[in-house]
């Protein structure tokens, strides 16, 4: 019984730091992304418009965001319906855009701090921290929910969620991985 809910442990413990890696990865990526064309319109077309820069700055992003996570990420997670969850995403983004943008407005227009420092920073780090974690969680249990399918390296990662309805707990084998079952 406790070498069962250890194995179910330790294989919910290793998916999750797997996605949070690859998530990671991904949002370095973005905020790459997100940073040159933020810094790029503070420097040309939108220089007064910080926090117009910064929403279009989320929204480029967050298309690469998308594809990324979709396709590599939450792969084996992603739903059939990829208009209902591009959707999601979408209004999932659009909340990690208000995050990041009202750290923006809050800088210029609450503290008054209105060097292109203090306005990067407000809306590419504490913004993009704040709604990075906003965004993990929000994909990870909305949008790509789907279940667990068997793509290889993930074969057994449903049987994390979702003990096969033929076995008990007690039936795995003492000091068997996770994926291996004793049919008794």
């Known amino acids: 019984m406790i070498n069962a809910i250890s194995d179910r442990l330790r294989g919910l413990v290793s998916l999750f730091w797997r996605e949070v ?11 790459i992304v997100d940073s040159a064309v933020f810094v790029g319109l503070l420097n040309g077309p939108l220089h007064s418009s910080e926090v117009w820069a910064k929403s279009i700055a989320t929204v480029v992003a967050s298309i690469f965001s998308w594809v990324a996570n979709r396709y590599w990420t939450f792969r084996h997670r ?17 909340v990690g855009l208000l995050i990041a943008a ?3 407005a809050f800088t210029k227009y609450i503290l008054l701090m209105t060097d292109k420092v203090s306005i990067f920073v407000a809306g590419s780090i504490v ?7 906003f965004r993990f969680f929000a994909y990870r249990f909305w ?7 068997a793509e290889p390296g993930y074969d057994h990662d449903h049987e994390i969620f979702e003990p096969h309805p ?8 003492p000091g068997a991985g996770r994926g291996d079952r004793f049919e008794g």
């Open 21 to 31: 890696a690859k998530f990671g990865l991904v949002g370095g990526v973005a905020f």
């Open 78 to 94: 992603k739903q059939a319906n990829v208009v209902r969850e591009a959707v999601l995403f979408a209004a999932m983004n659009g």
């Open 102 to 104: 009202g750290c923006v």
């Open 127 to 133: 913004g993009l921290i704040l709604g990075t974690i």
């Open 143 to 149: 949008v790509f929910n789907e279940e667990l399918d």
């Open 166 to 173: 033929t076995a008990s707990v007690g039936a795995i084998k």
